[in-house]
């Protein structure tokens, strides 16, 4: 079937056309891009679409808590070197987000696709990746997800059977248990800000030892392993030791660890670094994330951070003191409806700026930042926020649904 030229049955044909069509209709009716709707319908039409989709592609698969939008898009970037490719760009990452987008690319030879980390199991097994990047895990969505730990378990129990090379951030000690079960596996450290999610061993519970930016576990012996790729201030440093440099127009550290995983993967297919690396110059923003927005004649910055890694790296790269921030927090379904995360954040690195608060749960993020000792004012709205903030860029920082808000009001 691989080699055949259209490798779709007629009922995979009709499934594709009317998951189109439904997505069209969901578009015309101003309800966003139609491609999750879509492709459900599509995979109620033929349950297998996704694997006869994916059998003539090179599938990379992108996992992680933080950063796979992102990095997906740098992969995507870096593999058009070496042929079409064809990815799930806006995030739409279950299996009918996927559906849609591979339902696009019949041209492609690279379907680069991000998975959230709780289907990455049932996505794995129905596409036949060549290549899984797993960048981190950590707690995100307390009142689905469950703790992080069963998800690695997860993973791990997924992967041993794969035939993918496994490009692993080996600085997470949750992704270096799950990946450890594969045969085929590249290391590269990436780093990682958040720890509060791996100080107990994921093999047998004792305590990890953090000595510098080594880990390991006293008491079974389990250790990061030596990574083949690095991260180095602003280059990666590839298997032969040479060091190649960064230059994005993303910003902050966590989007040159994105590049440095993005760069090994793009070596798996044969895409130099230098040549994978200039390609990732070309992204500017992703999916409304990082782009500067001109709002009631000022500059505004949207950034979108999820979960108390997400904060962490967000606070580590906005505009020094006073620059002004507007926080926004909202808990709908898609967000998780438990905001407990908010007290992991730590929100003394705010202190100096001033603090405009937003969003569904407004209130709970202010009893934080009260706590913390900040000074803030709660808003109403956007608009409001905007008209009190002193002068200077302001940074915004969203979680995901009051995200979509902030750009749908800024026209973005």
């Known amino acids: 079937m691989a080699g055949n030229s259209d490798p779709l049955t007629p009922r995979a044909k009709l499934a594709v056309t009317a998951g189109k069509a439904v997505a069209a209709a969901s578009r015309a009716a101003g309800r966003g891009s139609g491609s999750v709707i879509g492709g459900r319908v599509a995979l109620k039409l033929d349950p297998d679409l996704l694997a006869r989709l994916a059998q003539h592609l090179d599938v990379i698969l992108v996992s992680a808590t933080n950063g796979k939008t992102t990095t997906t898009r740098l992969i995507a970037e870096a593999l058009g070197a070496a042929g079409p490719v064809v990815s799930n760009a806006l995030g739409a990452n279950m299996p009918a987000g996927i559906t849609s987008a591979l339902a696009g690319g019949s041209e492609a030879k690279f379907g680069v696709i991000e998975v959230d980390e709780k289907y990455l199991a049932g996505v794995a097994r129905d596409t036949d990746p060549k290549c899984i990047a797993l960048l981190n895990l950590s707690r995100d969505q307390l009142d689905r997800a469950g703790e992080t730990r069963m998800l690695a378990e997860n993973w791990r129990e997924a992967l041993s059977g794969s035939k993918a090379v496994l490009v692993a951030n080996c600085d997470d000690p949750l992704v270096v248990w799950a990946a450890s079960s594969s045969p085929n596996v590249i290391w590269v450290a990436a780093g990682q800000m958040w720890k509060d999610d791996a100080w107990s061993c994921p093999s047998c519970g004792g305590v990890m030892q953090r000595p510098g930016d080594d880990w390991f576990c006293g008491e079974c012996g389990f250790r990061r392993p030596t990574p083949s790729w690095a991260l180095s201030g602003d280059h990666v440093l590839d298997p032969h030791g040479s060091a190649w440099p960064i230059h994005l127009q993303l910003p902050g550290r966590a989007n040159k660890a994105n590049a440095a995983s993005s760069a090994a993967v793009a070596?798996?297919?044969?895409?130099?670094?230098?040549?994978?690396?200039?390609?990732?110059?070309?992204?500017?923003?992703?999916?409304?994330?990082?782009?500067?927005?001109?709002?009631?004649?000022?500059?505004?910055?949207?950034?979108l951070a999820k979960n108390p890694a997400g904060w962490l790296e967000t606070f580590s790269l906005i505009d020094p003191p006073p620059a002004p921030v507007i926080l926004s927090v909202n808990a709908r379904s898609a967000d998780g409806t438990d905001t407990s995360w908010l007290w992991d954040v730590d929100y003394t690195r705010l202190t100096g700026h001033p603090l405009f608060v937003l969003g569904d749960r407004k209130l709970d993020l202010a009893v934080r930042l009260e706590v913390?000792?900040?000074?803030?004012?709660?808003?109403?709205s956007l608009d409001e926020a905007v008209q009190q903030a002193p002068a200077g860029r302001i940074e915004v920082i969203a979680n995901y649904t009051a995200f979509q808000d902030l750009r749908r009001r800024v026209g973005n």
């Not at 913390?372 to 109403?380: D, L, N, R």
């Open 267 to 303: 070596a798996v297919f044969g895409v130099p670094p230098q040549v994978a690396l200039e390609r990732m110059y070309q992204v500017q923003a992703v999916a409304g994330r990082y782009d500067v927005v001109q709002f009631q004649g000022r500059d505004l910055r949207l950034l």
């Open 372 to 380: 913390a000792g900040q000074q803030f004012q709660v808003c109403e």
